[in-house]
């Protein structure tokens, strides 16, 4: 079964630490998005790529998130430096801009705690 | 902008009702419309997607149709069982295919 592959799938690290998150989208899908899921805010769009170009990154701090693609079969999440106001269950998902297969495709997240 | 609305945000039904949930969305130029599963502590799994020119689809026990005048969607689930207990969320693709706006959810639990 394809799927949509994120590590770890747990942190929990300090405030002022930096936090790598990493997404392997399905092989094929040209979209990547990153999501942040809490219970006060629902899922919460960051950040955007198609055919690894970001296109949309309006819902991210810029101050301290960063995402990027540096190949088709990776995208990362930073944060640096993290806060406690970061924690979260982050989610990449990836898709298809062809019209026959634009399902989106979820990884099981990384539940993350600053502490 | 679009805003994504579900209600109730909660439902307990015995098993082997039938049910409907609700989506509705503000700006009916829309590009697909997908429906969610989420169980606890995973990610998000489609079950069905609408394209904007469908009426509706079905899959198995799930029937989803879309109304996109009235900015609505409907998720029936045909003979519940407890394994549907979940949470159900529905996404709006905006018309220039960039986001997916999404409700808050429905919290379903089929009780045996």
């Known amino acids: 079964d394809a799927r949509v592959t994120q590590t770890p799938r747990h942190k929990v690290t300090e405030m002022g630490q930096e936090v790598t998150m990493r997404c392997q989208p399905i092989?094929?899908?040209?979209?990547v998005f990153w999501y942040r899921q809490t219970m006060m805010q629902g899922l919460e769009l960051l950040a955007y790529?198609?055919?690894?170009?970001?296109?949309?990154d309006s819902g991210m701090p810029k101050d301290r998130f960063s995402a990027e693609m540096p190949d088709a079969t990776l995208a990362t999440l930073k944060i640096q430096p993290s806060e406690p106001r970061d924690s979260a269950v982050y989610f990449c998902?990836?898709?298809?801009?062809?019209?026959?297969?634009?399902?989106?495709?979820f990884g099981s997240g990384t539940q993350l705690s600053v502490l | 902008k679009q805003e994504v609305t579900q209600i109730p945000a909660a439902l307990s039904v015995p098993e082997g009702e039938n049910l409907v949930l609700n989506c509705s969305f503000t700006?009916?130029?829309?590009?697909?419309l997908q429906w969610f599963r989420q169980d606890p502590g995973k990610g998000l799994t489609s079950l069905l997607l609408?394209?904007?020119?469908?009426r509706e689809q079905t899959s198995g026990r799930l029937n989803a149709s879309l109304d996109k005048s009235s900015g609505r969607s409907t998720l029936y689930i045909a003979a519940s069982q407890p394994g549907d207990s979940a949470t159900y969320l529905c996404?709006?693709?905006?018309?220039?295919?960039?986001?997916?706006?999404f409700g808050t959810g429905t919290s379903l639990t089929v009780i045996p």
């Open positions: 609408i394209q904007s020119s469908q």
């Open positions: 996404a709006v693709r905006g018309h220039t295919g960039n986001q997916f706006y």
């Open positions: 092989l094929g899908h040209n979209t």
């Open positions: 998902a990836s898709g298809s801009t062809d019209r026959h297969n634009e399902k989106l495709f």
């Open positions: 700006d009916s130029a829309i590009y697909n």
């Open positions: 790529f198609r055919n690894r170009a970001p296109l949309d």
